[in-house]
């Protein structure tokens, strides 16, 4: 039977991580890597707020295979205020759980402990495949508590995935 699982990614918290750790991700490989290992049929990738600034980025993201998602704001806003995307991606990951029949498991990437109480019940549901933290220093202890079968950090990727310029 062929896998069809979905990734929902926390871009801020995938960026920071792994700058944090000194090296850059390709974007490009980390989504054929999500596809090929997992079986990612859909990859969401989350953003705090729209910019004309970074236009080239959402187009980038698009052309490799993600559904760029952002996070809705008030009018008065404009970008000044952090986009805050957890419970955004929450929503969304409880909703592919019940009214997607063809999504298998759900696939979190992020280290931040707000997903713990619904990671932990998609894995009751037998709906989680893996959590990729994008930097093991600032991933919630929480995440200690569900098995390690559960759990990669993403510098263990690094010879997959890291950007590297053509020389």
Same mark, same amino acid.
């Given at each position: 039977?062929?896998?069809?699982?979905?990734? *929902? +990614? &926390?871009?801020?918290?995938?960026?920071?991580?792994?700058?944090?750790?000194?090296?850059?991700?390709?974007?490009?490989?980390?989504?054929?890597?999500?596809?090929?290992?997992?079986?990612?049929?859909?990859?969401?990738?989350?953003?705090?707020?729209?910019? &004309?600034?970074?236009? &080239?980025?959402?187009?980038?993201?698009?052309?490799?295979?993600?559904?760029?998602?952002?996070?809705e704001h008030s009018s008065g806003m404009n970008g000044g205020k952090k986009g805050n995307v957890d419970t955004d991606i929450?929503?969304?990951?409880?909703?592919?759980? *019940?009214?997607?029949?063809?999504? &298998?498991?759900?696939?979190?990437?992020?280290?931040?402990?707000?997903?713990?109480?619904?990671?932990?019940?998609? +894995?009751?549901?037998?709906?989680?495949?893996? +959590?990729? *933290?994008?930097?093991?220093?600032?991933?919630?202890?929480?995440?200690?508590?569900?098995?390690?079968?559960?759990?990669?950090?993403?510098?263990?990727?690094?010879?997959?995935?890291?950007?590297?310029?053509?020389?």
């Amino acid at each position: 039977m062929k896998e069809n699982n979905y990734s *929902f +990614i &926390d871009g801020q918290n995938l960026y920071m991580g792994i700058n944090e750790e000194n090296w850059k991700l390709d974007l490009k490989k980390f989504r054929i890597y999500l596809k090929d290992k997992y079986k990612v049929e859909k990859a969401f990738y989350f953003l705090g707020y729209l910019s &004309d600034e970074n236009s &080239d980025l959402y187009t980038f993201l698009q052309s490799c295979g993600y559904i760029v998602i952002f996070r809705e704001h008030s009018s008065g806003m404009n970008g000044g205020k952090k986009g805050n995307v957890d419970t955004d991606i929450v929503f969304e990951m409880m909703k592919s759980n *019940f009214d997607n029949e063809e999504m &298998d498991k759900i696939i979190l990437v992020s280290g931040d402990g707000d997903y713990y109480k619904t990671v932990k019940y998609l +894995i009751e549901k037998e709906k989680f495949k893996k +959590i990729l *933290f994008p930097n093991s220093k600032f991933a919630s202890s929480l995440y200690n508590k569900i098995d390690n079968k559960y759990r990669l950090p993403i510098k263990f990727l690094r010879n997959k995935v890291e950007y590297k310029k053509n020389k």
